[in-house]
């Protein structure tokens, strides 16, 4: 089953989303069906903010490092495309398909001086036509999952909004449209109902069981940089109890306990 087959599934697919070879083995010990990288995450490995403040050779080579240790289908997390133009960003997706790569989240928003604001809708479009007709050309197969953010910023009519973008960019050649933020049942249902298009949901407190999300219509669900955000947070715990109680103890609870 290819990566687009996996998203017309009895069940929504589950991606498990990676930041380094660790995370990828373990996905993959884990049975997961297909992987996608968490940008927030990856820059959260290297120090950095979100935001395309890692360059996209930093993120190429930790692609290359996931790619290295798992051979289950990887989507790739490229934020708005780390570039101006279409052509910087079909350039950095040839270089990820020729990686292997089979899929890409492309946002319609971007950070500006430290605040993220939504692309002009058609101007997004226009750049993805461009993006799509290029890939074609060249008979690249990238899964274009196009990550439409009202949700994510609140806009004030976020399901006309996301309807009004969602049309327009399955017009322009996407393959999927993901709705970080997006939890309410009745929405969710529009979405699905409406569009022509799978429809991506990420791990959000009030989100819908999977089974439920199944029956309203979602094709994929993913973690963003949750997971790696919950470990993050038990890694300063224990470190904070070594540092406090003066001893390895600590560290061995769980072991002692198998």
Same mark, same amino acid.
């Given at each position: 089953?290819?990566? &687009?087959?996996?998203?017309?599934?009895? !069940?929504?697919?589950?991606?498990? /989303?990676?930041? *380094?070879?660790?995370?990828?083995?373990? $996905?993959?010990?884990?049975?997961?069906? +297909?992987?996608?990288?968490?940008?927030? +995450?990856?820059?959260?490995?290297?120090?950095?903010?979100?935001?395309? $403040?890692? =360059?996209?050779?930093?993120? @190429?080579?930790?692609?290359?490092?996931?790619?290295?240790?798992?051979? @289950? %289908?990887?989507?790739?997390?490229?934020?708005?495309? #780390?570039?101006?133009? $279409?052509?910087?960003?079909?350039?950095?997706?040839?270089?990820?398909?020729?990686?292997?790569?089979?899929?890409?989240?492309?946002?319609? =928003?971007?950070?500006? /001086?430290?605040?993220?604001?939504?692309?002009?809708? +058609?101007?997004? &479009?226009? &750049?993805?036509?461009?993006?799509?007709? $290029?890939?074609?050309?060249?008979?690249?197969?990238? #899964?274009? /999952?196009?990550?439409? *953010?009202?949700?994510?910023?609140?806009?004030?009519?976020?399901?006309?909004?996301?309807?009004?973008?969602?049309?327009?960019?399955?017009?322009?050649?996407?393959?999927?449209?993901?709705?970080?933020?997006?939890?309410?049942?009745?929405?969710?249902?529009?979405? &699905? !109902?409406?569009? /022509?298009? %799978?429809?991506?949901?990420?791990?959000?407190?009030?989100?819908?069981?999977?089974?439920?999300?199944?029956?309203?219509?979602? =094709?994929?669900? =993913?973690?963003?940089? #949750?997971?790696?955000?919950?470990?993050?947070? !038990?890694? !300063? *715990? @224990?470190?904070?109890?070594?540092?406090?109680?003066?001893?390895? +103890?600590?560290?061995?609870?769980?072991?002692?306990?198998?």
């Amino acid at each position: 089953m290819n990566f &687009t087959e996996l998203h017309n599934q009895s !069940k929504p697919l589950l991606i498990a /989303n990676v930041w *380094d070879a660790a995370s990828a083995i373990m $996905a993959q010990q884990s049975g997961y069906q +297909a992987m996608g990288t968490s940008s927030a +995450a990856i820059a959260a490995m290297l120090g950095y903010e979100d935001g395309q $403040a890692m =360059s996209f050779d930093e993120l @190429l080579y930790i692609v290359t490092r996931i790619q290295s240790v798992s051979n @289950l %289908p990887l989507s790739v997390d490229v934020e708005a495309g #780390f570039g101006s133009t $279409a052509e910087e960003i079909t350039t950095h997706l040839k270089r990820l398909a020729q990686l292997g790569v089979v899929g890409i989240n492309l946002e319609d =928003s971007r950070v500006v /001086n430290g605040v993220r604001q939504l692309d002009d809708a +058609a101007a997004f &479009t226009h &750049t993805l036509q461009k993006i799509r007709k $290029a890939l074609n050309e060249e008979s690249y197969q990238l #899964f274009l /999952n196009i990550r439409i *953010d009202t949700y994510l910023l609140n806009h004030e009519l976020a399901l006309q909004e996301t309807l009004l973008r969602g049309r327009l960019y399955e017009a322009a050649g996407a393959d999927g449209i993901f709705v970080p933020c997006l939890t309410l049942v009745k929405d969710i249902e529009t979405l &699905t !109902k409406e569009l /022509n298009m %799978p429809l991506n949901v990420m791990c959000m407190p009030g989100l819908p069981t999977f089974e439920r999300l199944g029956e309203i219509g979602v =094709s994929r669900i =993913s973690m963003g940089n #949750f997971v790696h955000s919950a470990l993050q947070s !038990k890694l !300063k *715990d @224990l470190m904070l109890l070594i540092q406090s109680q003066q001893t390895f +103890a600590g560290v061995f609870i769980d072991e002692s306990s198998r």
